[in-house]
């Protein structure tokens, strides 16, 4: 183990010395937290971009956590999926923060060092080489969730909340029994080893093995909202406050990369002893839920379900997608990940901006009003001069139509360019499957339904509303907004680098055995 | 013998945890949690195998013969998950309590069903 291998460790203990220290920071001395907050997420995503950099220099970095060998300690495996994971969940944390100084940290206790816990347990998810400590992530990320869902406080979100930790709390609990079941069926939690011991495992205990993950995986597509495991997850993201549910659209994240890693790791390939073992569940609950949230899109009445659902539409996507043993679908698929990722947390922030002074209800009424066609106002003879947007709305709106084009998946934005690559990964494959087609039809309906549900909300919001008040948003609330929408148009524009980062990555993953030997070989 | 007094405990906390689960009121949801935690826990711990009179501990100097020894690490496993089960049951209890303050009722979705 080099010095170098030590910088995997960083992503996960900056955030926790970080929170820790915000925690012994005054509630009153705001300033203060935010400072050290703001300084240790910038040097979270620098950190972050150096382990990109060096894991695309020089291949997978491990950590034995203690300097215990593995697979009986603790290994800590940065690749290049896990690092741009990293960099993907900080770069969001950075936004959520920088958000939040405006008015979110004031308006509960702990708001700072719920998101550094928060973003401690992503990157140690995302980092970690062990089911178990994945599991003790998975806790550390979702105990600051529901602090972060709660935030902010209020009947809605506590009842959402409620909800929201019943049934994240049983989840953990069918993954630590999916854990302890892999254990008692293969000895070993280490997922390099296990994917070893898997292979290895007699005939008779194929069941032991196969329930285990089957029970792992309705743990982890809980968290990533497969349909019907996710009924829970519109209300939770849509009544938590803007930042946290722009840090919640990299948590279903988290799911799917799980999914991804481990179902690769023991079930991929046609030589293995139970090859492709549940990816036509995975596939076609992928696609009910794209179906799912389809309709969910164009049925919410209020922005933040809308986004809620677009997140779920991403997350069906991603799934439908990923066990389709091609690299190159994969590698359109993460290109897509990060894509969605971004444009959704966009959205959840933008969305606030420019609910905010707006009676609640008001989204209803308006539909009611549509419905009945009862266009009460009637025009006067000021209207034909037209209504003059402030600069602020056409700021939101402008922000909200580029969220559209990244969310529906139309030129010129990345959402274009992740969509397209999808498509065409996905009918490369000589014959096309019918699951292909199917996927095809999902994806360009949904791409359909997201513009009429976001247009609608966006002519009903920005447009037909002229007497309702500005919004006071401040320039430090625009930023991260327009940050996030600028890396999505720098993805867009730099999509060769970034495509050949998330290609080479999927290849890895197609190739477990570099992984499985990077882990397990003692250095 | 062991074997089915210990499957029928993981059993019947198991079903008795997830009926509870599945009951309308907040309190009620939050036993069939911690009911299913403890089931879960055992669990674990069997994963181990069951051994009788071993203990998981070698002593120093030597090496010792593995057959004669329990299975520790599902033991550290148990422990890990009893504190983090701890952790997350003090923290819904919290928000019970909120939610029976804010919304005036102990039912799981804030409102008593129309009668």
């Known amino acids: 183990m080099t010095i170098a291998d030590q910088l995997v460790v960083v992503p996960i203990v900056l955030p926790l010395v970080a929170g820790a220290a915000t925690l012994l920071i005054d ?41 215990w060998p593995a697979p009986f300690g603790i290994a800590l495996v940065a690749d290049r999926l896990s690092a741009a994971m990293v960099l993907l969940g900080s770069t969001l944390g950075l936004a959520c923060l920088v958000f939040g100084l405006a008015r979110w940290q004031r ?6 060092a719920l998101v550094h816990f928060l973003l401690m347990g992503v990157n140690g998810a995302l980092l970690t080489g062990d089911l178990f400590n994945l599991f003790v992530f998975f806790e550390v990320l979702l105990a600051a969730s529901y602090g972060l869902a709660l935030h902010g406080s209020g009947t809605l979100r506590v009842r959402a909340g409620l909800h929201y930790i019943v049934v994240n709390l049983a989840a953990s609990l069918l993954f630590l029994i999916g854990a302890s079941l892999m254990y008692g069926a293969t000895g070993t939690l280490n997922l390099a080893d296990l994917a070893v011991r898997v292979a290895a495992v007699p005939a008779g205990d194929r069941w032991l093995v196969e329930s285990a993950a089957a029970i792992l995986g309705v743990a982890f597509l809980t968290k990533a909202g497969m349909w019907p495991l996710c009924f829970w997850l519109p209300g939770a993201y849509a009544s938590a406050s803007a930042p946290a549910g722009a840090l919640f659209a990299i948590l279903t994240k988290v799911g799917v990369y799980v999914v991804l890693r481990i179902w690769l790791l023991l079930f991929a390939g046609s030589s293995g002893p139970s090859p492709g073992f549940g990816s036509t569940w995975i596939t076609f609950g992928g696609m009910a839920t794209i179906a799912f949230a389809t309709l969910g899109v164009v049925a919410s009445q209020n922005l933040a379900r809308l986004a809620s659902y677009s997140v779920l539409v991403s997350s069906g996507t991603l799934l439908a997608v990923i066990t389709a043993q091609s690299a190159a679908v994969t590698s359109a698929a ?70 559209t084009l990244m969310l529906a998946g139309l030129p010129p934005l990345a959402g274009f360019v992740a969509k397209f690559a999808l ?62 929408l600028a890396l999505c148009a720098a993805m867009t524009i730099e999509a060769a680098p970034v495509l050949r980062y998330l290609g080479d990555a999927a290849a890895g993953l197609h190739a477990p055995r570099n992984y499985i030997d990077d882990v397990l070989s003692p250095r | 013998m062991n074997e089915v007094v210990i499957a029928a405990a993981i059993g019947v906390l198991t079903s008795s945890g997830v009926w509870l689960l599945l009951r309308p009121r907040t309190f009620q949801v939050a036993i069939g949690l911690s009911l299913l935690s403890y089931a879960v826990n055992l669990f674990i711990f069997c994963m181990g195998r069951l051994r009788i009179g071993v203990a998981p501990i070698v002593a120093p100097g030597g090496a010792a013969d593995p057959a004669a020894f329990a299975d520790p690490l599902p033991q ?33 979705d804030g409102q008593e069903p129309p009668a």
């Open chain 2, 76 to 108: 550290a496993l148990v422990l890990t998950a009893i504190v983090i089960g701890f952790a997350t049951t003090a923290l819904l209890l919290v928000v019970l309590l909120a939610a029976r303050g804010l919304t005036g009722t102990d039912h799981v």
């Open chain 1, 423 to 484: 498509l065409d990964a996905l009918l490369r494959t000589t014959p096309i499957p019918g699951a292909a087609w199917a996927m095809l039809v999902l994806l360009l309906v949904s791409g359909l339904a997201v513009i009429v549900g976001m247009g609608r909300a966006g002519v009903r919001r920005f447009w037909a509303s002229p007497d309702v008040a500005v919004p006071r948003v401040r320039v430090i609330e625009m930023v991260p907004v327009a940050f996030l």
């Open chain 1, 27 to 67: 509630e009153r001395r705001l300033a203060a937290k935010a400072a050290v907050s703001i300084v240790s997420t910038l040097a979270l995503v620098a950190a972050a971009i150096a382990l990109v950099a060096l894991v695309d220099a020089s291949g997978t970095r491990v950590c034995h956590v203690g300097d």
């Open chain 1, 334 to 403: 993460l290109y897509y990940l990060v894509a969605s990722t971004l444009a959704g947390a966009a959205l959840f922030l933008l969305i606030e901006l420019a609910d905010r002074g707006r009676a609640a209800g008001a989204d209803v009424l308006a539909v009611t009003a549509e419905a009945f066609a009862a266009d009460a106002a009637p025009l006067d003879e000021n209207d034909e001069a037209g209504v003059a947007i402030p600069a602020t709305m056409a700021l939101l709106g402008s922000s909200f139509v580029g969220c």
């Open chain 1, 107 to 112: 308006e509960g206790p702990r708001f700072h």
